[in-house]
């Protein structure tokens, strides 16, 4: 099967491999109907992140079940399935309490084969898979895969901030996952949407998903400018979805006392201090997305066309094709690709 591996940063390429198959007899083996390319997956490509060894890369997918392993009893052949980048029980009380990317038993996705190929092995299938309730309609795909990880996560860090009715929500990040943060606090009521961003195209996105306010400004700019739109008392809560120390303290400066930070970009270098929480009241949850959590709602919100998170896909390529899509997303060409299988 044909499939995406990184070598080493900047060197991405789409060659035959081995193909998916059953290792134990919890696991699925998935067609791919379609993956995408992650704003993580540019931490290794940027040599942020190490590549000591050959990557096989993507943990967002959508496609049709192929196997199953014996132990297997909900998922089903044929099945249309989407997943979360972690595999997980959904039985152990870790994740009856939510937090299916720390369950016992958790497995990322990469380790088995990355989603960014024809075909993927999916772990712990019964509890890392959500069926959809039919065989979907082509224009739903790219929504679908959205809801594999960006919206998932997008989702979560407006939960863990406590978006809600009558709330201000400032979020730090115009990536796909920031983007879908506003769509997912327009959701759960928020009154008020504010976000930092300096590009059009995204602008008018965040703005066509609930956000209310697009800020230009950056780090104290940003803090004073959400400051100057909240009588000087800042956002009741802000997600951050970048990962770096100033995207944090962007996010934290921006909110109230007693506010709630909802992080979900994944950290690189932030450095928080005991003043930044125990002088400023703020609550900070966050951390790997849940999404497994949320997928059945979402699936649904999706499947009804109540949403369609799917917009921030703005560039469509073929699978062989995967390293322009690099390019595309390093140098800001676009916010996500899709890639066709």
Known sequence: MRAVVM??????????????????????VIRLAAT?????????????????EPLHMGH???????????????????????????????????CR??????????????????????????????????????????????????????????????VAAEAGPGKTVAVVGDGAVGLCAVLAAKQLGAERIIISSRHADRQALAREFGATDVLEERGEDFIAAVGGLTDGLGAHCAVEAVG????????????????????????????????????????LHGGPAPVRRFLPELIQLVWDRTIDPGKVFDLTLP?????????????RRATKVLLTI
């Open 7 to 28: 070598h080493a940063p900047r060197d991405v390429r789409v060659e035959d491999v081995a193909d998916a198959t059953l290792q134990k007899p919890t696991d699925a």
């Open 36 to 52: 995408c390319i992650c704003g993580s997956d540019l931490w290794p490509y940027r040599g942020t992140d190490e590549v000591s």
């Open 60 to 94: 967002e997918y959508a496609g049709t079940v192929e196997e199953v392993g014996a132990e297997v009893r909900d998922i089903k052949v044929g099945d249309f399935v989407i997943g979360s980048f972690f595999a997980s029980d959904n039985t152990c009380e870790i």
């Open 97 to 158: 309490a939510g937090y299916q990317t720390s369950c016992i038993h958790r497995e990322v996705l990469g380790t088995s084969g990355g989603a960014q190929a024809e075909r993927m092995r999916v772990p712990l299938a019964d509890g890392t898979l959500v069926a959809t309730p039919g065989q979907p309609d082509a224009d739903l795909l790219p929504s679908l895969l959205a809801a594999s990880d960006v919206l998932g996560t997008g989702w979560f860090g407006a």
């Open 244 to 283: 770096t120390h100033e995207s944090m303290h962007q996010a934290i400066g921006a909110t109230r006392a007693g506010g709630h930070v909802g992080f979900v970009g994944v950290l690189h270098d932030v450095a928080i201090t005991g003043d930044d929480i125990f002088m400023t009241h703020v609550h």
């Open 319 to 331: 699978l062989d094709q995967a390293a322009e899509g690099y390019r595309a997303m390093n140098e």
